[in-house]
């Protein structure tokens, strides 16, 4: 069955720690990634995404992800954690067809700490 | 500025009436969307439209109803037939359905049932 899991519920980091948001995938062709933000009582914004070529994607706001087709994951990352990232982050993965078949994960919360 | 507008941010409804959730892109986007985020269930699809004077039910439609007269507006109904409608509602749109297009969300509407 296709799914995507974020095995981290939440996460609490302290500002300027490094940040790693897990995301693991199973899907039965080539897959392409996302990851998108959400602040409290917003709407949601594309960090990044993987179609194809080089497996480390650069993304806005300083966030990195890498696609490792072996392990079937697509981890977020940032090394310097702002206050303002604090927000809730999903990852969400589809094929080469529709957005709508697109499949999320149910998100991992992220609180910083000063 | 260009986006995806709701409205309204917050709704509240008495059990057995309908209510409608506006949606309003000027993003020239083709694809539409309506999405349902309860906490720790991530977003699942209720409605999605690829083109005027067309739409699609996705994978939670019954007791929700849609319509795509212009190509700037997706408003979504629910009914007094939706069992458990308090939730947090989101538009999002994309050029088109492809999944190489970004998805782009709306800032949501929460919705009360009283």
């Known amino acids: 069955a296709q799914s995507v899991t974020q095995p981290d519920i939440h996460i609490t980091v302290s500002e300027g720690a490094s940040l790693e948001l897990r995301c693991n995938y199973s899907?039965?062709?080539?897959?392409?990634l996302f990851w998108y933000v959400q602040s409290p009582g917003q709407g949601l914004q594309l960090l990044l995404k993987?179609?194809?070529?080089d497996t480390l994607v650069q993304g806005i706001k300083g966030f990195e992800a890498e696609f490792k087709r072996s392990q079937s994951s697509f981890n977020l990352r940032k090394p310097s954690v702002h206050w303002s990232d604090a927000a809730e982050y999903f990852c969400?993965?589809?094929?080469?067809?529709?957005?709508?078949?697109?499949?999320w994960g149910l998100g991992t919360s992220l609180a910083v700490n000063p | 500025d260009g986006g995806i507008t709701q409205s309204p941010k917050y709704l509240f409804r008495k059990e057995g009436q309908n209510v409608t959730l506006s949606c309003e892109q000027n993003l020239n986007h083709d694809a539409m969307y309506w999405y349902r985020q309860d906490p720790g269930q991530g977003l699942r699809l209720i409605y999605y439209s690829q083109i005027v004077n067309d739409f699609q039910k996705g994978d939670i439609a019954e007791g929700y109803s849609v319509s795509r007269e212009k190509k700037e507006s997706f408003p979504l109904t629910v009914t007094s037939a939706q069992k458990n409608p308090t939730a947090f509602y989101l538009c999002?749109?994309?050029?088109?359905?492809?999944?190489?297009?970004?998805?782009?969300f709306g800032e949501g509407s929460w919705l009360t049932v009283v």
């Open positions: 899907y039965g062709a080539t897959p392409y």
């Open positions: 969400a993965v589809g094929g080469a067809g529709n957005n709508r078949k697109l499949i």
């Open positions: 999002a749109s994309s050029i088109g359905d492809s999944s190489g297009n970004t998805i782009y």
């Open positions: 993987y179609f194809s070529g």
